[in-house]
């Protein structure tokens, strides 16, 4: 199968790497996976291309997950729900979009024995990550979900979004809100430990909270470090991604794959490639 990840830019994602350590744990040897940098220009000469057969299938990142939707012929039901696509399979010549990530996420709640049942929610951003965190969220019983966002605007539109789902505890962060259960991070703020706006990640927490941050390269991103060893737990997003890729996969050869007894391996040849 000829797979591959489109985005603009690519040089640096790492799905390449996960994705060949993938298709060698599960024994695929039939597969490839390169990455593309397309621009916004170029989408419909690329789709035109895959529609013919020039990929079997495709992950496909920033800034392209909600743009990408108008050249697909079917979506399944995430898709409609999230508003955008990160992995697209053909069939002949028909093009459908899905959405790995909320599975990803579930997922390392799921490995972390984190219960969200009844939790109050922080989720840090309202771009199209926020949007997939306050999905799971919801589906899993949070007690209350608040947004922190710099644009009041995105934060409205993500609030919203929430309640047209269901929630009927979604809240905008005031400043003066009480401590969190369970506090994410989906902005790239602090990918690179760079050091403006770290005054963001100012929020309560305590010695009970859980802290995640959607950053994969490293388990010392600054939202993390800023509360190292005053919180209960911190995650990082690198079992996220795995598990997103693996549901990829699973999209893209129709089989399901169980890798509970391979995923220490994993993510240890993962954070080789990280490091």
Not at 81 to 103: A, E, P, Q
Not at 182 to 203: C, R, V
Request: aromatic fraction near 8%.
């Amino acid at each position: 199968m000829n797979l591959g990840l489109i985005g603009s830019p690519v040089e640096k994602s790492i799905s390449p790497e996960l994705q060949r350590i993938l298709f060698k744990e599960l024994e695929l040897d039939n597969c490839t996976y390169e990455k593309h940098h397309v621009a916004s220009d170029d989408l419909p000469s690329f789709f035109d291309r895959f529609k013919k057969g020039k990929f079997d299938g495709i992950n496909i990142t920033i800034p392209h997950k909600k743009t990408g939707l108008k050249f697909l012929d079917e979506i399944d039901d995430n898709v409609k729900i999230l508003g955008n696509t990160n992995c697209i399979k053909r069939v002949g010549d028909i093009l459908t979009g899905y959405n790995t990530d909320l599975y990803g996420f579930k997922m390392l709640l799921e490995k972390n024995n984190i219960n969200v049942h009844s939790s109050r929610c922080l989720v840090l951003g309202a771009g199209g990550s926020a949007r997939t965190i306050v999905k799971a969220l919801i589906d899993q019983g949070a007690e209350s979900i608040t947004i922190k966002n710099k644009s009041i605007d995105n934060a409205l539109e993500i609030q919203l979004y929430a309640q047209k789902l269901g929630a009927k505890n979604i809240e905008l962060y005031t400043g003066s809100d009480n401590k969190f259960d369970i506090a994410i991070n989906t902005t790239p703020l602090g990918m690179y430990q760079e050091k403006d706006n770290i005054s963001f990640f100012d929020i309560p927490v305590d010695k009970d909270s859980i802290l995640i941050d959607l950053i994969y390269i490293s388990n010392h991103t600054l939202f993390l470090n800023q509360y190292k060893d005053r919180v209960k737990q911190s995650i990082n997003g690198l079992e996220m991604l795995i598990f997103q890729a693996i549901k990829s996969i699973e999209i893209w050869t129709e089989t399901t794959y169980n890798v509970d007894q391979k995923l220490d391996s994993i993510k240890k040849q993962l954070e080789k490639v990280i490091c």
